[in-house]
């Protein structure tokens, strides 16, 4: 009887090889499904991240455009002699006169053009700026001069880094938005010669600035919300 006894709580005490085979299988398993929820986490945190570091780049460019371009100023640049209206622009360019605060170096007034760029990495919307004074506008030898929008041609200054300042904060050059895959102006108003007001696709050599501008971008993965914008009367 004794040995019986024995004998029957070895046996219920021990595992055999099957049962010990399938607790494997089972915590192998519950490893595999852990590893892949914690891979497709990690995964979908990174998503999230991009995603919302291209949204904040995206509304940083909305707000400094709403800001810079609700100020513009209706002043002039003597060029070759003569005074000239600082304000141009065609689908993919535009300039004007606006204010910046000291982050930039100087504060004051400045020309400011709006033009997108051909870069090995594709398209860009770069801000290139003149502090509003003669001494500037004539170009350093670090620097070009200033030319009217009508008069320079598409890119004359992209051979200048997209991440500098010179002239001690005078004239300088930044990278607004990478990757843009459409960017057009737009501008309402009364061109000379006509009648009435209405949307034109470039606005050059007038006394004038229009009274509305518009602005549509995107990105090769977000698109934004058209811009209407008033600019100041004159």
Known sequence: MTNRRSGGRHGRGGFTLIELVIALAIIGLISLLLFSGL???????????????????????????????????????????????????????????APLSAHVGVSGLYILRLEVEERAKGRALVLTRWYLHDEVLEGGDDYPAWEPLEEAGMGDVGDYSTDMDAAGGAFGRTLLLDGVTDFRFAY????????????????????QMPVLLSLSFRTESQAWPDLIIALPSQ
Do not use: C, M, N
Request: no cysteine.
């Open 39 to 97: 891979r497709l986490g990690s995964r979908s945190w990174e998503v999230v991240e991009r995603v919302s570091g291209q949204i904040s780049d995206l509304r940083l460019v909305d707000g400094f455009l709403k800001q810079t371009l609700s100020q513009a100023r209706p002043a002039t640049a003597t060029y070759e002699g003569t005074p000239r209206l600082v304000f141009g622009g065609d689908a993919e360019r535009l300039e004007l006169v």
């Open 188 to 207: 309402y108003g009364q061109i000379e010669g006509d009648t009435e007001l209405d949307w034109h696709d470039e606005w050059l050599d007038q006394r």
